[in-house]
């Protein structure tokens, strides 16, 4: 469980960013949809892979 915690760490942070977003450019429809799919996911693979980075792991 330790190893997935950067991800899920990142995905929270994406989360929080696109409700953020969302609220900000008042969005609805396709266009949230889309925000709400890709930044989660880009914020895990980022926080997932600068944490690997870090400790030398490639």
Known sequence: MK???P???GALAGM?????LSSLLTLTG??????FALL???????AERAVRRR???S
């Open 3 to 5: 190893g997935y915690l």
């Open 40 to 46: 989660p996911v880009a914020g895990g693979a980022v």
């Open 55 to 57: 400790s030398g792991n």
């Open 16 to 20: 929080l960013i696109a409700i953020f």
């Open 7 to 9: 991800y899920l760490l």
């Open 30 to 35: 396709t266009p949230q949809l889309v925000l």
